[in-house]
């Protein structure tokens, strides 16, 4: 049997990239985590649309500019494991990569430059702050140390609502050709699967019931090396030998091996079980 290549790879940013939400951070920073916390999670797994909470969560910390800024720190602090070596051997395969993320543009963005990904290809959620608070006078210096203009509202839109992943997904793409794959760990990601061709839920950070249960493929390890084979198939272990991406393609296999993915759709695994198995058991014992 043969597996698809997946072109085009759409990340979600927080608990997938990276081990942490961003707006806990921030929530944390006022002392109000334990409250926010619970809207995120109710929102992550579908007990409460993203668009009933975002706007509390944001209005109960009131973060600064600075605040804000600082995610981007917090984010690169606690990146998941493997996942830059992840984005640059999908890259090097000649795969797209896209975040989408109901985050906070600015650290987002940053964040996913960060990791390689294009700027053009990072979506996420614009904040406008009190040009009339804090140090207003000095908006146009290039990031303000300890600016401490507050936030006054995000732009509502696609990505602050449940539901909404799907039509970034489908703008990203365009007239764009080939296969487009979405790994993500909350319930805005499981919504926006009927976009792409292929949905992987991932649960290395955060394990949310709804997800793992109706995600075609879910990845259970923190490291994100598994979506490798899963993305790039058999060709992804031909093309990898033997280069400085092999070790995290073979780190992937080996953690499929002990288990690391779950699949609700057995043909889906026996497809890929087989496809898999039969070029590296060609590749590795010598007769390729």
Request: glycine share 10%; proline share 3%.
């Amino acid at each position: 049997m043969r597996w698809p290549h997946y072109e085009h790879i759409f990340f979600d940013c927080d608990s997938t990239l990276t081990t942490i939400e961003g707006i806990d951070v921030l929530a944390d920073y006022a002392g109000k985590k334990w409250r926010v916390e619970v809207l995120t999670k109710a929102a992550m797994d579908g007990e409460l649309d993203l668009s009933e909470v975002y706007g509390k969560r944001l209005q109960a910390v009131r973060p600064t500019r600075e605040q804000i800024r600082s995610i981007r720190q917090a984010y690169k602090r606690n990146i998941v494991e493997d996942a830059t070596a992840v984005i640059q051997t999908l890259q090097a395969l000649g795969h797209q990569v896209y975040i989408i993320s109901g985050g906070l543009e600015e650290p987002v963005r940053e964040f996913g430059i960060f990791l390689g990904v294009p700027k053009e290809n990072i979506r996420a959620v614009g904040v406008d702050y009190n040009q009339l608070g804090g140090k207003w006078w000095e908006t146009n210096l290039p990031y303000n140390e300890g600016d401490n203009t507050k936030y006054l509202t995000y732009a509502e839109g696609a990505l602050s609502i449940s539901d909404g992943k799907a039509q970034i997904v489908t703008e990203l793409m365009g007239k764009q050709k080939g296969r487009s794959l979405l790994i993500g760990d909350g319930n805005s990601d499981l919504l926006a699967s009927r976009a792409v061709d292929l949905f992987v839920g991932y649960g290395g950070i955060e394990k949310r019931e709804r997800v793992f249960a109706e995600s075609p493929i879910f990845i259970s390890t923190e490291s994100l090396s598994p979506l490798l084979a899963i993305a790039a198939g058999p060709a992804g272990i031909r093309q990898t030998k033997d280069t400085t991406h092999e070790f995290v393609f073979q780190k992937g296999l080996d953690l499929i091996q002990e288990g690391a993915l779950t699949f609700n759709d057995e043909r889906l695994k026996s497809k890929f079980t087989q496809a898999v198995n039969a070029t590296y058991k060609t590749i590795y014992s010598g007769t390729d």
